[in-house]
Structures are given as structure tokens and as C-alpha cells.
């Protein structure tokens, strides 16, 4: 039996269709089969990418490729504005709320929660709120980049002194930040990448794990490279969530670059057997920032129009989904989480 079917992290070869979807993005013809293992319940994409699929899925219009290098690079050299005081306190206390015990640990909670509620509050988008949320230590370290999205975030890390190291599938991009960056980028699939054990104090990765054609040998190969006290951070849509329910067709299996949809529990069981611990979990207000800006200008126009950010995706959710959206993290109920992991045992 071959594994062009079988289970991504149990291997099992039984399975029961839960849905037919399109892909909806670049190819309307492509039909793809969305699976359920019967031995550890991971819903998966069938049928698989493999080397010479993921090209055609990922073309160079793909939104996370939409980056100008050159003028991001020239902007990193000349920018003066580095991390906000609050967001390295933050990422300090993370350290501490994932490290620390008895009263370092409540006083580093306690604080965190009044910083995310600051940042929530004040209506930011959430890219730009939770994935500055990164586990700092007082000196810079070594930082791995799953996925070339959020290139701001690792040239930030790079002024502020951290060795940064990316990989992502799109090898033409990853040449363009070699040439305008120091950033060690790496053209590739987790696999094809090699560092020694025990490497990074961060590996972050964002909607990255839900697009990984081997997460088994990928995730194992991820906990091998981070250090015994380093952090991977990692931020995924959940399935069956009603936040998650709540996108629309166009993001939510975004077949076939979703090879799998988790859920809490199947996540936390790939995790563990790849040798993570998870030691705390957030969950991610799904538009929460656009709600309130859709907000504010329904007060100010009277007109609960579509955000004009430029986000396709984003712009093509309902503004009352969006509300609901936003009650749905209230409820810890949201589609999305990220989750803060530790070296574990195998
Ligand atoms: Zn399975």
C-alpha cells in the first residue's frame, strides 16, 4: 500500500469523505475530496500534493508571494522605528508565563493579558497584533521563518539584532531576500532544509501547518532545530470551529493548499508526536481588527461598508460575519489559534 492515500500522521488507510470542494482561488475546475481517518480522526485533502503539484497550486500571484523585496529591504536600512517597548515587554513575559513559576509566572500572565486587551482594543489588524507576539529573551537570538509571509516581522528581528533564517517553497522569492537581506532564506520544503540540533531560540510559523505536504517529518525536524528552552510558535485555522464556519467557501478549505484541517485535538496529537509540548494556546480574534474599523466607520459614514484594505480575503467576509466573528473569540470559540510550544519528549 502506498501513501498516496494514507493518513498524514497515523498512516492509516481508512477513511470517510466529509465534503467535495473546489479549489476556489486559481483553479475552479480542480475538484479535491476532503477526508476523515477513522483511526485518529485527521481531516485531510485528498488527492495529495506532491512535488510537482505544489507549483501549479502556489503561482506567483499566491497572496503571501506579494511582496516587493527590494523596496521592503531598502525600507528595513532606513527605518528607525524598532520594536514598541510594550510588545518586547510582552514577548519578555512570554519567556517567563511559558518558563517562569509561582509569582514571576502571575505577575508575566497577568501583565500579558493587559497587554493583548490594550492591542485588541485598539483596533489593529491582527496580523499586525499577534504576530509581533513573539517569545524575546533580553538578548537577540537565532530566529527560523517558516513561510515567506510577514516579511516585515523578521526584518524587524533582523534590526534588532537576530540572526534570521527562512525557508519557504517559493525559491525564486527566497533568492530575492538573499540578495537584498542578510536573511540566511532557504528555497524549499522543511525537508529539503538542514541545521543542526538544538538551533533556534523561535521557530514561528503562521498558517503554515495547515499547507505541509509531510508535517510528521517536518514538525519532528522543526523540534530537533529548536533549543531545549526555545519557543516554536505556531498559528493555524481550526476546523469545525462556528468561527471557523463563519469564512466563506474561498478561505476556509482552501483546497488543495490545505492539505489538512485540524482541529484542537488533532493538532495537539501531531504536535506531541513530533515532539512538541504545547504549553498555551490563544485564541485568535478572525477579523476582530476589521470589525472595530468597520465599526468606526459606520459611526462616522453610516455605512457598514467592506473594508477598503486591499485584502481580498478579508474584504469578501460579511460585515455581520464579522461581528460574529468577533463574539466567537469572545467565547474562545474562534477559528483561529496560535500555539506556544516547547521542546517534548518523542
Ligand atoms: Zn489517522
Redesign the pocket.
Known amino acids: 500500500m502506498s501513501n498516496l492515500e494514507s ?1 498524514y ?4 488507510s481508512e477513511y470517510t469523505q466529509v465534503a467535495k470542494q473546489t479549489d476556489l482561488r486559481f483553479f475552479p475546475e480542480d475538484e479535491f475530496r476532503v477526508v476523515q ?1 477513522n ?2 480522526q ?1 481531516v485531510y485533502t485528498l488527492p495529495k500534493l506532491n512535488g510537482e503539484s505544489l507549483g501549479k497550486y502556489y503561482p506567483t500571484n499566491y497572496g503571501a508571494y506579494n511582496y516587493n523585496v527590494e523596496k521592503m529591504a531598502s525600507e528595513y536600512d532606513l527605518t528607525t522605528t524598532y520594536m514598541e517597548p510594550l510588545v518586547r515587554r510582552y514577548g519578555i513575559n512570554l519567556f517567563a508565563e511559558l518558563f517562569a513559576s509561582g509569582l514571576k509566572k502571575v505577575i508575566a500572565v497577568l501583565s500579558n493579558e493587559f497587554v493583548r486587551l490594550r492591542y485588541q482594543l485598539s483596533g489593529l489588524q491582527r496580523a499586525s497584533v499577534l504576530v509581533s507576539f513573539l517569545p524575546f529573551r533580553q538578548k537577540p537570538g537565532n530566529y527560523l521563518h517558516i513561510g515567506s509571509g510577514e516579511g516585515p516581522t523578521f526584518l524587524r528581528l533582523m534590526k534588532e539584532g537576530w540572526n534570521v533564517s527562512a525557508i519557504d517553497i517559493n525559491a525564486e522569492l527566497m533568492e530575492q531576500w538573499r540578495e537584498y537581506t542578510p536573511v540566511n532564506a532557504i528555497g524549499g520544503e522543511i525537508k529539503n532544509a538542514n541545521f543542526a540540533d538544538n538551533s533556534f531560540d523561535v521557530i514561528f510559523m503562521s498558517h503554515v501547518v495547515e499547507h505541509l505536504t509531510d508535517p510528521m517529518v517536518e514538525l519532528q525536524a522543526l523540534s530537533r532545530w529548536l533549543k531545549p528552552d526555545g519557543v516554536f510558535v505556531c498559528e493555524l485555522p481550526l476546523y469545525g470551529t462556528w468561527g471557523w464556519s463563519l469564512k466563506n467557501k474561498y478561505t476556509y478549505y482552501d483546497v488543495p493548499r490545505h492539505t489538512i484541517h485540524f482541529t484542537y485535538q488533532t493538532i495537539s496529537n501531531l504536535m506531541q508526536m513530533s515532539g512538541f509540548k504545547i504549553r498555551k494556546v490563544l485564541h485568535v480574534p478572525y477579523c476582530y481588527g476589521f470589525f472595530f474599523a468597520d465599526f468606526k466607520r459606520f459611526c462616522m459614514t453610516g455605512s457598514p461598508a467592506d473594508s477598503q484594505n486591499g485584502n481580498t480575503v478579508i474584504s469578501l467576509i460579511p460585515w455581520r460575519h464579522k461581528a460574529l466573528g468577533y463574539i466567537s473569540w469572545l467565547f474562545r470559540t474562534s477559528g483561529d489559534i496560535c500555539i506556544y510550544a516547547t521542546k517534548g519528549k518523542i
Open positions: 493518513c500522521v497515523c498512516g492509516a481517518c483511526s485518529c485527521l
